[in-house]
């Protein structure tokens, strides 16, 4: 009896051992991955000059902005291109792929030639065509990132403590995005502001496609999920696509609650730092400190909120975030504009991050314990995709915009009405964590 105890126990710490490893191996090519894909938005404060010259600074954050929105716009694509690979192929070969993409993307970034220098060859309209040609490839890469990843993590977890450790993904989600703001600020140390708008602001892309080389080495070592190896046994996964058009309520939960939920996200961290430079006057330097401070403190965040799930279930959770969103995003982000202290701003976006870790800690899990193992990665990954390409992609142009028409503020009330539809979602949704399709 003791020997068979021994083995229990020995088997149980072997197990833990290989999850351990997976998450670990699935979550850091995942922080690799949007390092890439955010560091073109914190580092266009220098480079939208190079590739829109003889504009103003808000009209050159716009059309780098909108660059940057047409990445969001691919993600269907890639959502729909490598959900179906993942769900077909498996998870590690779809997760290795986009990797593969990512790097590719981001090199050509690091190499693209400036507005001036293609116009020199006589092709000065070239520049801004290769970097909408880069983040495209970024575009697709995420597209099928986000849900082969959410599958991947939710797949290898146990059922106790799922959405803990699917609560990984937003972690390393917001650590590539942490690691692109630290590189920022060790840049701004080391070379001049004259230096990083001439040259400097290509570094950080040749660090991301060199940390996606990395990338790759690790996810080809990742272990398969019993999940998909069970499904494709089954034949389960022949058809994903043919079979997501059964479960059009499930595809519907999907957009309608990561609408909101990813509107705020982008507004509160990917957005924030233009915000606080051009409309809240802060410098560059202030602007990016504030926002490494409020993604790092979110990060340790989302574990907290994944356990919290695990205990009283996805729902509440989820309704706390759309209740608070929808009374506070105004009344905060109205707050940030009328401050002229970075003490006040950093405690407004931290408790504006507090309500919206309620929707990103356990967003990926909910989604993945919506499907079948056959059409899972396809089935969170494609509606998402969608609507974060709509909401998600479109914040900072959107923002942008209402700035440039002199109606800044009608922005604020945009994300405030995003969150209430998401909120109605939540309200009349079942909870994933009692009724999940995950074994």
């Known amino acids: 009896m003791a020997q068979a105890t021994g083995v229990m126990v ?57 660059i940057f929105g047409l990445g969001f716009f691919v993600r269907p694509i890639g959502g729909w291109l490598l959900g179906i690979y993942a769900d077909r192929s498996g998870r590690r ?46 575009g697709l890469s995420l597209g099928g990132e986000y849900g082969t990843s959410a599958t991947y993590l939710s797949e290898v977890a146990t059922a106790r403590h799922r959405g803990f450790y699917s609560s990984f993904q937003y972690v390393t989600l917001i ?34 496609a060199l940390l996606s080389v990395y990338g790759f080495w690790l996810r080809r070592n990742l272990v398969e999920t019993d999940e998909y190896k069970a499904a494709n046994a089954k034949g389960e996964n022949r058809r994903p696509f043919a079979e997501l058009l059964k479960h059009k309520k499930e ?41 490494s401070g409020t ?30 969103g929808t009374l506070c995003t105004v009344p905060i982000l109205t707050a940030i504009q009328n401050t002229h202290s970075a003490v006040t701003a950093f ?37 998402y995709a969608l609507a974060v390409s709509i909401f998600g992609g479109s914040a900072e142009y959107v923002a942008l915009f209402l700035k440039n028409q002199g109606i800044e503020s009608a922005f604020y009330w945009y994300v405030s009405g995003c969150v209430l539809v998401s909120l109605l979602v939540y309200v009349f949704m079942r909870d994933t964590r009692n009724e999940s399709q995950i074994s």
């Open 175 to 208: 650590g590539g995005q942490l690691l692109a703001t630290v590189t920022l600020l060790t840049m701004q140390q080391v070379i001049s502001p004259a230096g990083l708008e001439s040259w400097g602001w290509r570094v950080p892309f040749a660090i991301g």
């Open 295 to 324: 993604l790092l403190i979110d990060a340790l965040l989302q574990p907290v909120y994944g356990a919290i799930s695990d205990r009283i279930g996805r729902r509440p959770v989820l309704i706390m975030f759309g209740v608070l």
């Open 93 to 138: 070969s779809a997760l290795t792929l986009s990797v593969i993409l990512m790097c590719v993307g981001s090199l050509i970034i690091a190499c693209c030639p400036t507005f001036a220098q293609a116009s020199d060859w006589g092709f000065g309209l070239a520049a801004p065509g290769i970097l909408v040609l880069a983040r495209l490839l970024q």
């Open 10 to 66: 020995e088997d149980s710490r072997a197990d833990v051992a290989r999850r351990l490893v997976s998450i670990f191996g699935g979550s850091v090519g995942n922080l690799i991955e949007w390092y890439d894909f955010y560091v073109y938005s914190f580092f266009s404060l220098y480079f939208a000059k190079a590739f829109f010259p003889n504009q103003s600074p808000t009209v050159q954050l716009l059309n780098a902005a909108l």
């Open 347 to 383: 405690l407004l976006i931290m408790a504006a991050l507090l309500i919206v870790s309620g929707y990103t800690a356990i967003n990926a899990v909910v989604k993945a314990e919506l499907f079948p193992a056959g059409i899972r990665a396809l089935g969170v990954g494609l509606p």
């Open 251 to 291: 595809v519907l939960l999907v957009f309608g609650l990561t609408m909101g939920g990813t509107l705020a996200f982008y507004t509160y961290t990917t957005y924030m730092p233009k915000f606080l430079v051009n409309t809240v006057g802060l410098s560059r330097g202030t602007a990016t400190w504030i926002s």
